[in-house]
């Protein structure tokens, strides 16, 4: 299928040089991942012959020594964590144990001897799984997706007759363990259960499984079923550490893929300040480029040399990843070269898609139409008529935000374009994963985005390419997310001393303020749900707490929710606020009533809350002395107060600041920070006058950086410094997690603190701008206007920070 087109294409390696064409200082570096040999495994006997006879119907899949290791321990009861590649097929891993039990149970008298549960992070993933296992035909098998779209009807018979469910955590949450007992035969019967894309749930949303999942766990101990967890995940660091955490268990991790893989060439790029020069001339084919040449030959990676900071004048800002995506994209198009750019917002796709086909349509009107940009929401026929656009070839290129929420197949593509750093490896490669097709060679290309941390990224491929990967945080102690859903648990089951086995050991303390609140009554036989409505319905797994509504100020219709953390800075009055590419004017801000009245339209100006900060240091748990400098880890109150906003051109020029007259937010949550000598700063090159520049630089810095360590991203955690702290009586610089209770990023932060500052320190020192921008020091949601900053002093900052680091006291 169209293996003739694709057969002359230009090799990888070639349609890169031709990219960077005269431009050869923006592409920092070339990395190669070699192609990897099959590793086949035999199939197992236990597997049913049902099942087999499915399989090879279905046109018999070879099975990998990944897959038969994860099938292997979930067999015999171990619970495991299967962590590869993209399209390593890790479904089969937990699909072979589960689905042979299944079938086989179906034969008991009841019909279900045995179930299973599946659990993605979307309904669209558990949509296509669904899809997947109807397409097998399997006789006995009764699979069934239950979520927010399934009718009453449809949910009373997957209550009483599936042995698969297939939905999401919220459901869970929400609907099946209120109603455990409407589910007794199912979850007596519970042999596995499946947690998808594990590597989604991290942060608040990961502690938030990690509660979901020892409910599930203690509600069916009441049903004497102990199922074992399957998890399956993109490649992160310490996976059997991350399921773990979620499951509240000791989880094998199998980390050695498999499958076989054809070479993927991985180019980073970095914006230059002026356009990218689009003249696309057409590249003669690779006559070398043969998809079934020598796999073993492995050409070293291609070391250019960085970009090197240019002398004279401060740059200009750099061209948005956005911008430089899509003539990358029109370039590639124009070459034939199948190609998806994935971008961070939705916004960014239809300013790829519309700019790409632009370009095009200068070069031939035609081509103009070869692009497409996909934005989600789509009905199925829709889906499916794009999809059918990219195998016939019709659609060369098409601009999309993340392959989770994409619900298409767009995988097999010749190149992968990235407008921005997604965040996470395990994205950045479940994203590069979707080139590659049958053996062919594939191109990736990284596009760094105007921020510290991309900048970073793409002159350190190491940090990109290297062993040190970042981690998926979650903390399943957060008493702010365990209180809600011990109380949840409560209301299921009352709850016992012995449930500490589950939810640690600060459920009782936690459980006696419940009670002493009134939420919950003690009784001999334990603690119950004293009051009227349903727990589970004060807690939603997806945000941090309550929401505002956003609503049209004439007709009161309801345009969108914003959390109410972010409410003061982004909808205090005169606010311009942009949601889903609409743009507004807060006309009022109601806090009582939850909700901002806003007037639809664009006033041709942008605003920005200016805000106070300062915090309260309430308990330190953990310290450790640099030198001079210390570093902890623990409890704070951070008080925040929106105190006016600027109003700005789009040139960047102010014209008003209006004050504003806002309570003060009280935010108590977990950091890391770390206090230095006034006097010892003065030795390093920073005078007293200069240090509360050199500390709000380096926060700044070191907020964009924390990604590098934790799976987190800047809007998930905040910073405060400070000349002189009455608390430490120091200079003193903070960060913290933007959640009530903490995420886990802080704490992180804590435990790599040097290789996360080292990091910090070389995104300053080597961006090649004079006094600070976007790319180093300065911060798109600084609520002091990026005032004061001092780059140069923010290095001799953490000269002096990790001076002490490398010869601790
Ligand atoms: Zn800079
Ligand atoms: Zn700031």
Redesign the pocket.
């Known amino acids: 299928m169209g293996t003739g087109r694709r057969a002359a294409r230009p090799s990888p390696e070639a349609l890169l040089t031709h990219l960077a064409g005269g431009r050869q200082e923006r592409l920092t570096h070339v990395h190669r991942v070699p192609a990897r040999e099959a590793s086949p495994a035999p199939w197992p006997e236990w597997v049913t012959p049902t099942l087999y006879a499915a399989l090879t119907q279905a046109g018999l899949p070879s099975l990998w020594s990944h897959q038969l290791e994860a099938a292997e321990a979930a067999h015999a009861g171990t619970h495991v964590v299967l962590s590869t590649g993209t399209a390593s097929g890790k479904s089969l891993g937990y699909l072979l144990p589960a689905l042979s039990d299944v079938v086989d149970g179906s034969l008991a008298p009841n019909g279900r001897g045995a179930t299973a549960l599946y659990l993605a992070p979307t309904k669209a993933l558990a949509h296509d799984q669904l899809d997947r296992l109807d397409r097998l035909a399997l006789p006995g098998l009764r699979a069934a997706a239950y979520d927010g779209d399934t009718s009453p009807d449809d949910r009373r018979w997957v209550r009483e007759h599936a042995n698969y469910v297939l939905t999401n955590p919220d459901l869970l949450h929400h609907s099946l363990l209120p109603g455990h007992e409407h589910w007794a035969p199912f979850l007596r019967a519970l042999r596995y259960v499946v947690v998808d894309e594990c590597h989604v749930y991290r942060g608040v949303f990961g502690s938030h499984l990690a509660m979901v999942l020892r409910r599930l766990r203690r509600v069916c101990a009441r049903y004497r079923s102990y199922p074992t967890f399957v998890l399956a995940s993109a490649t992160v660091a310490d996976p059997s550490v991350h399921a773990a955490r979620l499951v509240g268990m000791p989880v094998r991790a199998v980390t050695e893929d498999g499958s076989p893989r054809a070479a993927l060439t991985f180019g980073l790029w970095q914006p230059g300040e002026t356009g990218y020069g689009w003249r696309p001339e057409p590249l003669a084919p690779d006559p070398a480029a043969d998809p079934a040449a020598d796999p073993a030959a492995e050409p070293a990676a291609a070391e250019l040399p960085a970009a090197r900071p240019r002398s004279g004048s401060a740059p200009s800002r750099r061209r948005s990843a956005v911008a430089e995506s899509a003539d990358l994209l029109s370039d590639l198009v124009a070459q034939g070269v199948q190609t998806v750019a994935f971008a961070r917002s939705r916004a960014g796709v239809e300013v790829i898609s519309a700019a790409a086909r632009s370009h095009l349509r200068e070069l031939d009107v035609a081509l103009g139409d070869t692009v497409a940009a996909y934005r989600g929401g789509y009905l199925p026929e829709e889906r499916r008529e794009l999809e059918a656009a990219l195998r016939a070839g019709g659609l060369l290129g098409l601009a999309a935000t993340t392959a989770l929420e994409l619900g298409i197949d767009v995988s097999g593509l010749d190149a992968v374009l990235l407008a921005g750093w997604p965040g996470t490896r395990a994205s950045m490669w479940q994203q590069a994963g979707r080139a590659g097709r049958a053996g062919a060679e594939s191109l990736a290309v990284l596009v760094a985005a105007d921020d510290p941390l991309d900048t970073y990224l793409v002159n350190h491929p190491d940090a990109v390419f290297g062993a040190s990967v970042e981690a998926a945080v979650l903390d399943p102690e957060n008493p702010y997310v365990l209180g809600p859903h011990l109380a949840a648990a409560a209301a299921e089951l009352p709850l016992t001393e012995a449930d500490e086995s589950y939810f640690g050991s600060s459920m009782v303390p936690l459980l006696e303020g419940l009670s002493a609140s009134g939420v919950l009554r003690r009784r001999p036989t334990g603690w119950f749900w004293a009051e009227g409505d349903r727990p589970t319905d004060r807690v939603s797994l997806r945000g941090s707490g309550t929401t505002l509504r956003i609503a049209d100020h004439r007709t009161g219709r309801v345009l969108g929710t914003i959390d109410d953390a972010r409410s003061h800075t982004a909808v205090h009055p005169g606010a311009v606020y942009v949601h889903q590419g609409d743009t507004f004017v807060v006309v009022s801000l109601d806090l009582d009533e939850g909700c901002a009245l806003v007037r639809v339209g664009d006033p041709g100006w942008s605003t920005q809350a200016r805000s106070m900060s300062a915090f309260d240091i309430v308990a330190v748990d953990r310290t450790r002395q640099w030198g001079p400098v210390g570093c902890h880890f623990g409890d704070v109150e951070v008080r925040t107060q929106v105190t006016s906003f600027l109003r700005r051109l789009p040139t960047g020029e102010v014209i008003g600041e209006h004050p504003l007259d806002l309570p003060v937010r009280s935010l108590p949550t977990k950091a890391v920070w770390w206090t230095l000598p006034a006097d010892l700063l003065g030795v390093w090159g920073v005078p007293e006058a200069a240090i509360p520049g050199a500390a709000?630089a380096a926060?700044?810095a070191a907020i964009g950086m924390l990604p590098l360590v934790a799976s987190s991203d800047r809007w998930d955690i905040g910073?405060v410094?400070t000349a002189f702290h009455p608390d430490t009586g120091v200079p003193t610089i903070l960060v913290y997690d933007g959640y009530p209770g903490g995420a886990g990023f802080a704490e992180r932060g804590y435990e790599a603190m040097e290789q996360w500052l080292t990091g910090t320190r070389a995104a300053i020192a080597g961006c090649a701008c004079l006094a600070g921008c976007p790319s180093c020091v300065q911060?798109p949601?600084?609520?002091?206007g990026?005032e004061p900053?001092d780059k140069a002093r923010a290095v001799a900052l953490l000269d002096l920070t990790l001076d002490g680091a490398r010869s601790p006291r």
């Not at 949601?781 to 002091?784: A, D, H, L, R, S």
């Open positions: 709000h926060e700044h910073g410094s911060s949601k600084c609520g002091n990026n900053l």
